[in-house]
T-cell receptor, first 111, second 113 residues
Framework: EAQVTQNPRYLITVTGKKLTVTCSQN?????MSWYRQDPGLGLRQIYY???????DKGDVPEGYKVSRKEKRNFPLILESPSPNQTSLYFC??????????FGSGTQLSVL | GENVEQHPSTLSVQEGDSAVIKCTYS??????FPWYKQELGKRPQLIID?????GEKKDQRIAVTLNKTAKHFSLHITETQPEDSAVYFC????????????FGAGTRLFVKA
């Protein structure tokens, strides 16, 4: 079954404690991307990757890091989380950036 | 910066009526316009998309129109059903080397039975 798998689904942490949200896809997609969803703001792109070792900033990259060492994985790293990063995060993959296939989401709360 | 405005933010219709959601984009380089549906507590899912070289596309009860000159595109749902109730997002993408996608803020559609 084609899928994008994010872990964890829910995460509560404290300010400053480094965390990683994992994302893996089994569709051999070249393109992967991270979004955050906040009420009234829609989905905002954090980072995207066109292929292995190729990443680029989206609209709201501050406070986040990504890496793309393998085609299937695209982890999102928060080195020092702050309360304003409390949000619902979605990973997505696609062929060439079109027809995004989203993961189930990660609800992050930073206290 | 690039922006996509979406209206209305909330839309309530009677079952069987049509629903129209409109979006405006600012980046002239945008050439790909998808629409996603997000049911409560679920992930967004693509329902239809259109490229800049096409003015209209239809898939059963759903259609999308694009006016490149005015930088407008719209989603039309006919014969609405209660299961159409969800949040709908429009987006504008540009595929020139990279691929940034800008989403609208979303429209919450209620279909009353």
């Amino acid at each position: 079954e084609a899928q994008v798998t994010q872990n964890p689904r829910y995460l509560i942490t404290v300010t400053g404690k480094k965390l990683t949200v994992t994302c893996s896809q089994n569709m051999n997609h070249e393109y992967m991307s991270w979004y955050r969803q906040d009420p009234g703001l829609g989905l905002r792109q954090i980072y995207y990757s066109m292929n292995v070792e190729v990443t680029d900033k989206g609209d709201v990259p501050e406070g986040y890091k990504v890496s793309r060492k393998e085609k299937r994985n695209f982890p999102l790293i928060l080195e020092s989380p702050s309360p304003n990063q409390t949000s619902l995060y979605f990973c997505a993959s696609a062929y060439r950036g079109e027809k995004l296939f989203f993961g189930s989401g990660t609800q992050l709360s930073v206290l | 910066g690039e922006n996509v405005e979406q209206h209305p933010s909330t839309l309530s219709v009677q079952e069987g009526d049509s629903a129209v959601i409109k979006c405006t984009y600012s980046d002239s380089a945008s050439n790909y316009f998808p629409w996603y549906k997000q049911e409560l507590g679920k992930r967004p899912q693509l329902i239809i998309d259109i490229r800049s070289n096409v003015g209209e596309k239809k898939d059963q009860r759903i259609a999308v129109t694009l006016n490149k000159t005015a930088k407008h595109f719209s989603l039309h749902i006919t014969e609405t059903q209660p299961e159409d109730s969800a949040v709908y997002f429009c987006a504008a993408g540009e595929n020139t080397g990279g691929f940034k996608t800008i989403f609208g803020a979303g429209t919450r559609l209620f279909v009353k039975a």
